[in-house]
T-cell receptor, first 114, second 116 residues
Framework: DSGVTQTPKHLITATGQRVTLRCSPR?????VYWYQQSLDQGLQFLIH???????AKGNILERFSAQQFPDLHSELNLSSLELGDSALYFC?????????????FGPGTRLTVL | AQTVTQSQPEMSVQEAETVTLSCTYD???????LFWYKQPPSRQMILVIR????KQQNATENRFSVNFQKAAKSFSLKISDSQLGDAAMYFC?????????????WGAGTKLIIKP
């Protein structure tokens, strides 16, 4: 158990819908990263938050948005869902977000868009 | 742009034998970190081993060791005395040292099969 929690574990929805994925970082960690893993592929970086502020964006679609709240939990919002958005979404946390810090991964949320 | 390449989609090894997984990367940076992550069927991402580019000594964690060749931009993972529990997807990842965006850049993964 990494100490990072993600809810829900599984999500099944229809095209055009909107969903929210939630992540709680390890106690004391200030940074949260979101990654997308399509079927049997490597992870793609989506976005990084540090202490409530957006630090970096990766290959995140305009239909996707995220935020980190004062209690440091983070939410990833996916809207106007398409079949291709079906994937495993990981959240990871680290203490400061520095290069040396290990990123601890949550168990992921599996999103299926029908 | 930095890229990570894992050229072996799948590898298999007999239990108790040794296997090496390959990883190459492309970067113009001189300082960075390299990682191997394991993803078992549970889908949890587990850090196996980490290497700092400025360190010449290869990292070792119990049965797992790396062969880091900085000039060749190669970072292979050796698993000794393979066990059934080692069966998983293995991902190589890169992170720059100086970039303020400390995202991990990932390879496509290698599926490791352990034959009993």
């Amino acid at each position: 158990d990494s100490g990072v929690t993600q809810t829900p574990k599984h999500l099944i929805t229809a095209t055009g819908q909107r969903v929210t994925l939630r992540c709680s970082p390890r106690s004391g960690d200030l940074s949260v990263y979101w990654y997308q893993q399509s079927l049997d592929q490597g992870l793609q970086f989506l976005i990084h938050y540090y202490n409530g502020e957006e630090r970096a964006k990766g290959n995140i679609l305009e239909r996707f948005s995220a935020q980190q709240f004062p209690d440091l939990h983070s939410e990833l919002n996916l809207s106007s869902l398409e079949l291709g958005d079906s994937a495993l979404y990981f959240c990871a946390s680290s203490f400061s977000g520095g290069a040396r810090d290990e990123q601890f991964f949550g168990p992921g949320t599996r999103l299926t868009v029908l | 742009a930095q890229t990570v390449t894992q050229s072996q989609p799948e590898m298999s090894v007999q239990e108790a034998e040794t296997v090496t997984l390959s990883c190459t990367y492309d970067t113009s940076e001189s300082d960075y970190y390299l990682f191997w992550y394991k993803q078992p069927p549970s889908r949890q991402m587990i850090l196996v081993i980490r290497q700092e580019a400025y360190k010449q000594q290869n990292a070792t964690e119990n049965r797992f060791s790396v062969n880091f060749q900085k000039a060749a931009k190669s970072f292979s993972l050796k698993i000794s005395d393979s066990q059934l529990g080692d069966a998983a997807m293995y991902f190589c990842a890169y992170r720059p040292q100086m970039d303020s965006n400390y995202q991990l850049i990932w390879g496509a993964g290698t599926k490791l099969i352990i034959k009993p």
